[in-house]
């Protein structure tokens, strides 16, 4: 079974500075996506990010970036220039690519918490 | 906000009452799901739907019951609920279960069980 590992239950960063959230996996399956999802406090959940496994590029949008090592099966979220909205709990998932009805797995989450 | 809404946004309820939980969502999909999200654990995977039939029922007591009446609506029937089924209840929405379907959220209804 795939398992979705995010051990840093909380991060701290100074406002305008850059922040990295950790996340790992596991899989046996060699095709998947891999997703960063935001939960602002008492708003709704938004992906951030999306990675395709078969693609070596990171991922980019915007202020976001990660940085995926396939063979270390590590999917990393760096926020630059961080600003007071991005205070929230973040999620990473996985999706194994299978064609169809295929679940999100994913990890207990990070709380970020941005210092102005 | 996304086009996924859910009513009520809190909820108390006792172990003996029967409540429903809505779910709607404006953007045209076909697949919808109720997700449980509890402190300190991954979001799980409760019921999954797509064109109104159900395709996952992640072992889901039968205190849950769920409803799609139509590819824009979700229910979540609760009845002789448990204290440890207090948790935040997110609904989602895709345009179909394919892997490259991104789900949308709705903001959740927090869920509290006397």
């Known amino acids: 079974a795939q398992t979705v590992t995010q051990s840093q239950p909380e991060m701290s960063v100074q406002e305008a500075e850059t922040v990295t959230l950790s996340c790992t996996y596991d899989?046996?399956?060699?095709?998947?996506?891999l997703f960063w999802y935001k939960q602002p406090p008492s708003r709704q959940m938004i992906l951030v990010i999306r990675?395709?496994?078969?693609?070596?590029q990171n991922a980019t949008e915007n202020r976001f970036s990660v940085n995926f090592q396939k063979a270390a099966k590590s999917f990393s979220l760096k926020i630059s220039d961080s600003q007071l909205g991005d205070a929230a709990m973040y999620f990473c998932?996985?999706?194994?690519?299978?064609?169809?009805?295929?679940?999100?797995?994913f990890g207990k989450g990070i709380t970020l918490s941005v210092r102005p | 906000e996304t086009g996924v809404t859910q009513t009520p946004r809190h909820l108390v309820m006792g172990m003996t009452n029967k409540k429903s939980l809505k779910c709607e969502q404006h953007?045209?999909?076909?697949?919808m799901y109720w997700y449980k999200q509890s402190a300190k654990k991954p979001l799980e995977l409760m019921f999954v739907?797509?064109?109104?039939?159900?395709?996952e029922n992640n072992s889901v007591p039968s205190r849950f019951s769920p409803e799609c009446p139509n590819s824009s609506h979700l229910f979540l029937h609760l009845h002789t609920l448990q204290p440890e089924d207090s948790a935040l209840y997110l609904c989602?929405?895709?345009?179909?279960?394919?892997?490259?379907?991104?789900?949308?959220f709705g903001p959740g209804t927090r869920l509290t069980v006397l």
């Open positions: 989602a929405s895709s345009a179909g279960l394919a892997d490259s379907d991104t789900q949308y």
């Open positions: 953007l045209g999909h076909n697949a």
């Open positions: 739907y797509n064109f109104k039939e159900q395709t």
């Open positions: 899989t046996s399956e060699s095709d998947y996506y």
């Open positions: 998932a996985y999706r194994k690519m299978t064609g169809a009805n295929s679940k999100l797995t």
């Open positions: 990675q395709e496994a078969y693609k070596q």
